[in-house]
């Protein structure tokens, strides 16, 4: 705990000066849609240019249409906003000091008539992650249609996603051979296959599933990819608390009524904001989880419980308008009490298992030009599990039973070290525009 709070006052320390640089800076924030808004337009290309018409800054809009310009000088601006089979729209913005301004383009769709323009196309970076087909859903949806459910409600929200004993199967694989990323970087245990945590409800901002994609950058699965994108704080400070209301449960073959205790309770916790204006963003969720599980072929009183919690931080700084860096860490005990529970299983030769997973994760994103980005990854990860019996006593197995307690006590606790390098660009060839990314992935256990 000494050490991170070091890391975070000394990487405070390097971007404060910076506040005194961005005095008198605003931002041009906004959508790319079309059809009069109702259609939001990722992957458009925004550039603005001052009253010298000098190229200011070059951005893609998001997945849903939003952009973001920061770190703008006070005064006129012309933003232009293009996107292929759409007409290129222009606007002149007026950027104030400390402010926001708020411009979005709704660009109409091309026509064919009977001038032609020639026009040197400007290059740009390319938006895809994958060439495999990717089905997505945003938090905002997994709040209003799975609420409380975490992630495994978000995947089964997709036609897929389908949930199997043991985990979520993707295409009718088997749940180890499905890989989980957030970002670039991967959670799965290279050696089991399975995800030893769960983030906070309210620190996912969208989850993508890919069925066996064949973009070379993705590996270390058979199945399907899961990648999750983290949420990230905004220009004004909120905070919320959701899901208070616990789930009961009912004696077996009676009344719902009839409560005979909780069943399941999930609260979670949400804070973030600026910082430092423009420059720097904090985005903190947590969550505990509590369930009681009833095993129909055990006495009503036999349940497995779980208890977890999750704490989620992510940071991102805006170094300059071209560099930013994005810093993130998660925190995750659990505890289950009679893992292995079931017909054959009695209390006493069952095991309580225990887990904790800390995780840390350093992304650096460079612009170097409007057709060159690079991207460096680095992650940390560790984990420890340990299976605990319910006494020494020796364990005996029978066709009917088993007697005594667990035989051995269980423990595990690999770290792993995660780099990734990526630079991915454009480049205007005889033979047409080229879009290109290479890299490396280094992953030790």
Known sequence: MLRAGLFLCAF?????????????????????????GTIQLGGAQLVVRNTANQEVATILSDGDGHFRVTALAEGRYTVTAALEGFAMVKAIVVVTADTVT???????????????????????VSAAETLGSAESISGRETDEYANGSGLSGALRLLASV????????????????????????TLTDPVLGLVHFTLPDDAIDSVAVMPNPYAVEYGRFTSGLVVIQTRRAGDEWHSRLNNLNPTFRSKRHEDLYNINGIAGFAPDFE??????????????????????????????????????????TRVDANLTPKHSLVASGDYFPSVTTDASLGTFTPP?????????????????????????????????RSYEASAQ???????????????????????RSPITFQLIQTASGSAKLPSGLHLFKVG?????N
């Open 440 to 444: 490396i992935d280094l992953l030790a």
């Open 102 to 124: 708020q411009r979005s383009f709704d660009l109409p769709i091309a026509t064919v008539t009977q001038t032609v323009e020639v026009m040197a196309p400007a290059s740009i």
């Open 389 to 411: 019996p319910h006494g020494t006593a020796p364990m005996q197995l029978y066709p009917e039973t088993t007697l005594g307690n667990f035989y051995n006590t269980q423990y």
């Open 162 to 185: 389908i949930e199997v004993p043991g985990g979520l199967s993707i295409k009718g694989g088997r749940p180890t051979q499905a890989g989980v990323q957030i970002g670039a970087s």
């Open 271 to 312: 804070v973030g904001g600026p910082i430092i204006k423009d420059r720097l963003f904090l985005e903190q969720t947590a969550q505990y989880r509590y369930s009681s599980d009833d095993i129909p072929s055990r006495p009503e009183d036999e349940r497995r419980s779980t208890h977890w919690f999750s704490s989620f």
């Open 12 to 36: 405070l320390s390097a971007v404060v000066p910076l506040r005194a640089q961005t005095s008198g800076v605003g931002t041009i924030e906004g959508a790319v849609t079309t059809q009069g």
């Open 348 to 380: 006493d030769a069952t095991i309580d298992m225990h887990e904790r997973v800390i995780l840390g994760t350093l992304t650096e994103r460079a612009l170097w030009s409007d057709s060159f980005v690079s991207e460096s990854t680095v992650q940390v």
